[in-house]
């Protein structure tokens, strides 16, 4: 009685480790950079204002709106900052110079946990202002077949 009870117990401990370990998805999360001096920046996210202003050094924490930490962020976090979902991602980025006259210069970045590079890399010293619209694939890991999506004026 006493075997057929630990085997019991034995069985559904490695049923519930299973479990556990196929329902745990990746954690999908990405840090956008922006340095941004000089400029007004705005960051869309599927269709989603990050909140990024321009004008100085800012950057953002992407995370899965499926995150399980998304329950316990507040809304005005879980509304900025849990905008990502697995595979295809609209990026929309706003810019335009304050001042036409300065030789001001803008970056931006995102980089994706498990990537060697970063998805995007967009720079710009010469367009006073431009809308730039693209689809980036995010997936836990990179893909083989992974080639970065860079932007503008970069060398």
Do not use: W
Request: aromatic share 4%; with cysteine.
């Amino acid at each position: 009685m006493i075997k057929r009870a630990a085997l019991l117990l034995l069985a559904s401990s490695m049923l519930c480790a299973s479990l556990t370990a196929a329902s745990a998805e990746a954690e999908l999360n990405a840090a956008l950079q922006v340095m941004g001096y000089g400029y007004k920046v705005k960051v869309l996210v599927n269709g989603v204002d990050t909140g990024v202003q321009g004008g100085k050094s800012e950057g953002r924490r992407l995370f899965a709106k499926s995150d399980p930490k998304a329950a316990k962020a507040t809304p005005e976090i879980r509304a900025r900052h849990f905008l990502l979902q697995r595979g295809a991602n609209d990026i929309t980025i706003e810019y335009s110079k304050i001042d036409p006259k300065t030789d001001d210069s803008l970056e931006i970045t995102i980089d994706a946990e498990g990537y060697p590079q970063p998805l995007l890399r967009l720079v710009n010293k010469t367009k006073a202002s431009d809308t730039v619209s693209v689809k980036l694939v995010i997936e836990p890991k990179a893909p083989s077949s992974f080639k970065p999506i860079v932007i503008g004026d970069v060398k």
